[in-house]
């Protein structure tokens, strides 16, 4: 079935989003405006909720952070690290957390557009000459603002089963070439992996040194973020690593992490503790100006394109979400009157969360080792005590679903 085609927004366009949205430049200027009361109290509760969980759902493991005003109000890890040997897990296991890489790669390319080496409207094909898609000429007008808000367009999820079959993404970057267009680059919205990933052919076009290179010495490094990684390599020589759940036979089986997304480091690539993406929060939700400016995070954390499909989406969303768009590597929602930025992640055997209430400055990040839809819930929990609205049992068991989302 084709996409409905939606005309990408003008800056008065976007400038009314963000006014109904409820946020301003004020709010990555001066962090904490309209902050919400301490929140120690209610991360004591969140504990204990997310410790019955693991135990009473036997999930193999989980680790969560919460943090508020610049600070670590919790970092715990829960259950094991592998079902066979088991470890506890902390608050600095490694996990991978898939698609919450995408905010890494809107963060290193905002970098380098405010130093004046990449654009954002200018086309990727100054520097990638050979890309090309069916669409020659949209092709030729393509921009690294439309690859980061996934307005290639091509059709959801381009060419991820030809990934998971093993193929090279060098051949199927190439390959977009031959790929059906939905509409014409810019018009419309559909989630991409491959497409997305040509940021870093871009990075490395533009400064000479590998994607995850620039990622490690101008963010995980100065941020703190000290487990942070790429790569299986980078995860099995962690300290401390989760290990890849499945279920077999009503258990839950620890398999080899795959290596197919790793292999497209901007889409999927990193892997981190919930210490380290506390600090990646923290620096997110404006308190590292020193490494991120208040001018780069508007920048990212800024509608692009409006993504409807969201609100529709089961549990939390279909009842807390009244709009949803994507920014550069974020998710921007409407969550009950309050902006949330959001991403979640989903690779065989991992699943990820990260978000954050700019007007309340409290953000959480939840990480486990299962296909286990559970610990979903303890996102609208955090969320719901931050903004007091009444209590509302979102820890109950999802509805089983016969494969995974494949957007996230």
Known sequence: ??????????????????????????????????????????AKEIESLADTLVQQSRIP?????????GKVVSARGYGVVDSRNPQPVGPDTVFRIASLSKAFAGTISAILVSEGAMSWDSPVSNQLPAFALRD??????????????HR??????????DLEANQPYPLLAEKLSEAPMACSPGDC???QNIAFSLVGDLVFATTGDFYSHQVEKRLFHPLGMYGATFGRDGLEASPSWARPHVRSGGKWLAVRPKETYYRIPPAAGVNASVNDMAQWLIAQMGHRPDILSAELLN??????????????????????LKSAYYGLGWRIYDYAGHTLVFHGGAVQGYRAIAAFLPDRDIGVVILWNSESGMPNGLLPTTLDRALGL???????????????RRRR
């Open 1 to 42: 079935m084709p996409l409905k085609k939606a005309a990408p927004p003008g800056i008065t366009t976007l400038l009314v989003l963000a006014a109904s949205l409820g946020w301003a430049a004020s709010l990555a200027a001066a962090p904490g405006t309209g902050k919400a009361p301490d929140f120690s109290a209610q």
């Open 61 to 69: 493991g989980m680790a969560m952070a919460i943090v508020q005003d």
């Open 136 to 149: 020659l000429q949209g092709a030729q007008r393509l921009t690294v603002r439309e690859i980061l808000s």
């Open 152 to 161: 290639v367009g091509l059709g959801y999820n381009t060419f991820d089963r």
């Open 189 to 191: 919205y559909a989630y």
């Open 299 to 320: 920048e990212i954390q800024t509608p692009q394109v409006s993504t409807p499909g969201e609100i529709r989406g089961g549990g939390w969303r279909r009842e807390r």
């Open 390 to 404: 009444p209590k509302r049992e979102w820890l109950a068991p999802e509805p089983v679903r016969a494969a995974p």
